[in-house]
């Protein structure tokens, strides 16, 4: 059974700094190229970056130069560094298996909250 589970998010304010993680099972992670999304209040699911198999990787670009998304294989974990967070980036985030930028599966972990307020 494929599950994501999503950690890590707080309440921060702007300029602060978080660190998700997002660990899988049910998949061969080491084989699977993953993404983050976020969804905001109101608005529809989005991506926010990828990260390939061979460490590639590719940001949406509100959060290029302050944002991270790396892997460790062995912990079949993924995390994504966030520095500099502004309000906009308020939202709930999610982990995925990713086929450029698309979500692989239709379900979705419970994923982690992120606040950026004054």
């Known amino acids: 059974q494929v599950q994501f589970v999503e950690s890590g998010g707080g309440y921060v304010q702007p300029g602060e700094s978080l660190r998700l993680s997002c660990r899988t099972s049910?998949?061969?992670?080491?084989?699977?190229?993953m993404g983050w999304y976020r969804q905001a209040p109101g608005k529809q699911r989005e991506w926010v970056a990828t990260i390939r198999i061979n460490n590639n990787t590719n940001y949406t670009d509100s959060v290029k130069g302050r944002f991270t998304i790396s892997r460790d294989n062995a912990k079949k974990t993924l995390y994504l560094q966030m520095n500099s967070l502004k309000p906009e980036d308020t939202a709930a985030y999610y982990c995925?298996?990713?086929?450029?930028?698309?979500?692989?599966?239709?379900?979705w972990g419970q994923g982690t909250q992120v606040t950026v307020s004054p």
């Open positions: 995925n298996e990713d086929d450029g930028g698309v979500p692989t599966f239709q379900f």
């Open positions: 049910g998949i061969v992670f080491r084989l699977a190229h």
